[in-house]
């Protein structure tokens, strides 16, 4: 059974502040790992993909791997008020031909003006 | 250049009736996939579909059942509908494995 954790949070965070959100799974051999973000009512949108273990940077996001501890984060600095909406923490599995993304349940972030 | 299509965006069903959904990858994406998303959880893959041939399906019931045509368009079926069916049922495109899930915008299920 292929899992990823998440918590469901809420997070609240003050304008401006850093935000940070984690996610383990379960799967040893995943290689690809993604955070998208989706606000209510909406579809999800990426935000990050990431590869290799180690941060990686787009703008005020970095995400970071470790895949020994099989461990993903997302960062979110100067947190604005537009970043409020639930982060999903997504794990690709391929195999047999077939390529599937299971997520976690999302972290909600509220970003407090 | 367009992105993943769905339509309808909203539908409501009676339980026990068919429905159909409806999706158009990206241009040049020859993979589908299905996800069903109830209200506070992730979304749950349903089906994968690459050049017309089903790929993957996930734990779902024989109810649910999908196509991929000629070019490259899908349809998701769900016979016998359930209360529990209600959901935003997304699809998305890839342009290869190991590469992340562009999605739609969703259609909105409501079984009454």
């Known amino acids: 059974q292929k899992e990823v954790e998440q918590n469901s949070g809420p997070l609240s965070v003050p304008e401006g502040a850093i935000a940070s959100l984690n996610c383990t799974y379960s799967?040893?051999?995943?290689?690809?790992f993604f955070w998208y973000r989706q606000y209510s009512g909406k579809s999800p949108e990426l935000i990050m993909s990431i590869y290799s273990n180690g941060d990686k940077e787009d703008g005020r996001f970095t995400a970071q791997l470790n895949k020994a501890s099989q461990y993903v984060s997302l960062l979110i600095r100067d947190s604005q008020p537009s970043d409020s909406a639930t982060y999903l923490c997504?794990?690709?599995?391929?195999?047999?031909?077939?390529?599937?993304?299971?997520f976690g349940k999302g972290t909600k972030l509220s970003v407090i003006p | 250049d367009a992105g993943v299509t769905q339509s309808p965006t909203h539908l409501i069903k009676t339980r026990g009736q068919h429905v159909t959904l409806r999706c158009s990858p990206i241009s040049g994406h020859k993979s589908v996939s299905w996800y069903q998303q109830v209200l506070g959880q992730g979304p749950q893959f349903i089906f994968q579909y690459y050049e017309k041939e089903e790929r993957g399906r996930g734990n779902f019931p024989d109810r649910f059942s999908a196509r991929q045509f000629p070019n490259y368009s899908s349809e998701l079926n769900v016979n016998a509908l359930l209360l529990g069916d209600s959901a935003l049922y997304l699809c998305?495109?890839?342009?290869?494995?190991?590469?992340?899930?562009?999605f739609g915008n969703g259609t909105r299920l409501t079984v009454t």
């Open positions: 998305a495109s890839v342009i290869s494995y190991n590469s992340p899930l562009h």
């Open positions: 799967d040893r051999g995943s290689q690809s």
């Open positions: 997504a794990v690709a599995y391929s195999g047999a031909g077939s390529y599937q993304l299971t």
